[in-house]
């Protein structure tokens, strides 16, 4: 039986999140007062591609995005969620579950730290690095990341680091579920471009018992300091549109019990969505491109009060 991240903070730590969302709403409702309305988030295209190096290495290389994925354009439907339309708006902060390994938690009495891995910097997040060859199967996504200043008029942050990572079509995550403790899969780091854009090739996640289908990022100020949770300047996640969460667990192989959990919670019942504004959701839900059979192309923007 799959244990995850079910609790959900709701001392100290949730009374800061609480208090920094109506912060960023005031923010927002002061940019409309002063700009007479919501500003255009910058435009932009790519993604790093820093593969071999750690999340630590500066001078890794980016530019290019992940070989090998499907491209989601190629299919017929299409899923609401954030866009580069909404707004300065800063991205909620979320907890980062019991499995992130970024040196805040042990794993059979280790502490586990994937950012001090070489090879952790890398577009394409399917394949196990270092420890492993395996490759995470599922339907393909492309998922692009804007990440901009929603305290300087929507400007792009470049040179920033994201660290993504989700469980796989079964609901397991790599390093600490059992099967999968000897697989990094599904974890990487980019850095964003001079449009503040970084783009990962992944697969859809499953959806485990208890949690509404999400995937987990972090937000450094450089790949240099993307070493370890102390350095995280944002920790969120982001949700799966729930029409297309139903055509992959209704029609791809493998998903297991993907469908029958989806039915059982929805954003709003979710103990990690379910306290965000109707306007929270929907920046944090992922726009996507595609279909289930041909994969999906995703996108998201990521507001960060610097």
Known sequence: MNEHDHEHDLGLGHDLRVISRRLAERRRLLGYM???GAMALLA????GDGSGATAGDSNSSSGSTGSGGSSGSTGSGSSSGGDATSGCVASSSETNGPYPSDGTNSVNGVISNVLLQSGVVRSDI???FGISSNTA???PLTLEITVFNSNA???ALSGWAI???HCTRDGLYSLYSAGVQNENFLRGVQ???SSGKVSFTTIFPGCYAGRYPHIHFEVFQSLGTATGAANRILTSQMALPRDACSSVY???SDYGSSLSNLGRVTIASDNVFGDNTAAQIAAQTIALTGSATAGYNGSIVVGVPW
């Open 34 to 36: 002063v700009g007479g």
């Open 44 to 47: 932009g295209c790519g993604g």
């Open 126 to 128: 399917r394949d196990s």
């Open 137 to 139: 199967g599922g339907v």
């Open 153 to 155: 008029s929507c400007a």
């Open 163 to 165: 660290y993504l990572w």
């Open 191 to 193: 850095s964003t471009d």
């Open 250 to 252: 209704s029609t791809a």
